[in-house]
């Protein structure tokens, strides 16, 4: 039929779109709306004012903004050589005697590891993340041991008593830091809880932070730790100062780069008995082990070790890493069971690892003792022909463990971690202090001298600031790092030339013993004295 055929050419009748209605109205306002937003960018050059800055603030911000790219870009690439895992970066704890070095390395241990340290001795590492590891070290109360520790610290965490005020050895350790390239600076003020008045509190925290950037740079960060809490600094300000140290950014410092150096975790001696036994004083061999910085290290290169000497190396070896990073491909997170430590030196960690040998703790109740009892039997049965069994039954025989037998070799020998008595404190002794201090040791402890009540007085007026501790904890959530370990370095090379000059030292008796304390130009003028609580 002939209305077959025409069914594939039969032209069907095109859509009228609706011209009035509630759809169509819809259709015409979605078009004028695009039409507004496309304002092609000529069109917006031809009216230049109409697209002006409204707001001058923001002006001023994105000009700055444009400023410091331009100035970042000049500056010249740091070139990050290392290649494989990364050794764990350095934090150093300095501070004056008892302001709580040891008391802060226990507790930043006890936060990354869930492990109490028994004591504080050597560099201890620990993992912190996933890429990352860190070695605490104390820094020894004297000023040899500063200058050692300012060749290998990274991060610098300055330990000031909030109670007493700025102490001496903090600006002799910034001025030592100085020449040694200016790692990364953080302070910590302790003792707070000294403080009865919280408006005091806030005016002395206020009154050091600003006194801490005029030495330091402006913004440098100062945290607080605000008492104890069964013995320990308080868990919240602990995990910001963890946090902050966890996601810091080290810059590498050139020098170091371009030198191989190594910080020793630990020493073993292993000269022959039987030599030291014919001469104590002879020449000893002895095994240094850590974590090699900077470059590659060659066989036959001179050592220098701090304190100690030039020597010639008779030998390097890599070993197995003690403390390595958590396998990064299989898991998200950081489980516990992977939180590594190594300390050998503070008595922390099972694992000890040696030239030719890995020593294993393992506590007393995994241990199945096969030691003969008092009756002379056997307790548990074990086969007692075995070597084993009767390397280890010597093994228990055996009257001194391995760090008695160490400590016993020091005292004969060198002391690499030496807690030598303060070279300045004994140079003060005998020198033109001695008589201030004289007098000073006739006033009761606890008092402060002559100007007490004026600073007291001082320190009442003027204004504190309340937001310190939030801006500080916001500041640990919002870390733009890259903007702020850049600016950090850029403003500590611009003030290091600026730094003390303009500073006195008192030395005082104040909470039982001798301490010597920071007066500033200013509070020299005014014959302002500090007060603490
Ligand atoms: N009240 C109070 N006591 C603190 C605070 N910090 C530390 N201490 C106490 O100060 C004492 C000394 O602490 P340490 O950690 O041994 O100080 P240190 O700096 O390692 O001491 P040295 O190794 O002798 O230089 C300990 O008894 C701590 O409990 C604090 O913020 N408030």
């Not at 197995?320 to 950081?334: H, W, Y």
């Amino acid at each position: 039929m002939a209305a077959d055929d025409g069914g594939t050419d039969q032209s069907h009748k095109a859509h009228r779109s609706r011209q009035s209605g509630a759809s169509a109205k819809k259709k015409k306002r979605g078009k004028s709306d695009k039409k507004s937003r496309d304002i092609p960018d000529n069109e917006k050059k031809q009216n230049p004012r109409a697209f002006a800055f409204s707001s001058s603030n923001k002006a001023k911000r994105l000009q700055s903004r444009a400023v410091e790219k331009e100035q970042r870009r000049l500056h010249a690439p740091t070139i990050d050589r290392t290649y494989g895992e990364p050794p764990p970066f350095v934090v150093l704890v300095h501070g004056p005697p008892q302001v709580g070095k040891s008391l802060l390395i226990k507790t930043l241990v006890k936060h990354y590891t869930k492990h109490n340290l028994p004591e504080v001795r050597g560099p201890i590492t620990i993992v912190s993340g996933k890429q990352r590891r860190v070695q605490f070290v104390e820094c020894p109360n004297d000023i040899n041991g500063m200058i050692d520790a300012a060749k290998f610290a990274d991060l610098a965490l300055l330990l000031i008593d909030g109670s007493y005020g700025f102490e001496m050895e903090t600006f002799e350790f910034l001025n030592i830091l100085q020449v040694h390239g200016f790692p990364k600076v953080m302070g910590v003020l302790t003792h707070l809880d000294k403080f009865k008045d919280a408006k005091k509190l806030k005016k002395t925290k206020q009154r050091l932070k600003h006194r801490f950037w005029t030495e330091i740079y402006d913004g440098a960060k100062l945290f607080y730790l605000s008492g104890l809490i069964h013995g320990k600094y308080p868990k919240r300000e602990i995990h910001n100062l963890a946090r902050f140290i966890s996601v810091m950014k080290f810059h590498p410092l050139s020098w170091r780069a371009a030198h191989p150096y190594v910080l020793v975790d630990r020493f073993e001696d292993v000269t022959s008995p039987e030599s030291v036994r014919l001469n104590a004083k002879c020449d000893r061999n002895i095994i240094l082990y850590g974590y090699l910085r900077g470059c590659n290290m060659k066989k036959g290169t001179k050592v220098h070790i701090a304190g100690v000497g030039d020597y010639n190396l008779a030998g390097v070896t890599g070993l197995p890493d003690p403390c390595p990073l958590p396998s990064a491909a299989k898991k998200k997170g950081l489980r516990d069971k992977e939180k590594l430590f190594y300390a050998p030196m503070s008595g922390l960690g099972d694992l000890l690892y040696d030239k030719d040998a890995i020593y294993v703790d393992i506590n007393d109740h995994f241990v199945q003792y096969s030691n003969v009892d008092e009756n002379g039997e056997v307790t548990r049965k074990g086969k007692a022909d075995e070597t084993g069994v009767v390397m280890i039954k010597n093994l228990q025989k055996s009257k001194f463990g391995i760090d008695e037998k160490l400590e016993s070799l020091e005292k004969h020998f060198f002391d690499i971690f030496g807690r030598k008595q303060n070279i300045l404190s004994q140079a003060h002794d005998n020198g033109k202090d001695a008589e201030a201090e004289e007098q000073n040791r006739e006033l009761e402890p606890y008092t402060m001298g002559v100007d007490t009540s004026s600073e007291q007085s001082d320190s009442e007026s003027g204004s504190g600031s309340s937001d310190e501790d939030e801006a500080a904890e916001r500041d640990v959530k919002m870390r733009s790092e890259d903007d702020v370990s850049d600016k950090d370095n850029d403003d500590v090379t611009e003030q290091q030339t600026e730094l003390k000059d303009h500073l006195k030292e008192r030395v005082e008796y104040y909470g039982g013993r001798r301490r010597r304390k920071v007066v500033f130009g200013e509070d020299l003028a005014d014959n302002n004295l500090e007060v603490a609580y």
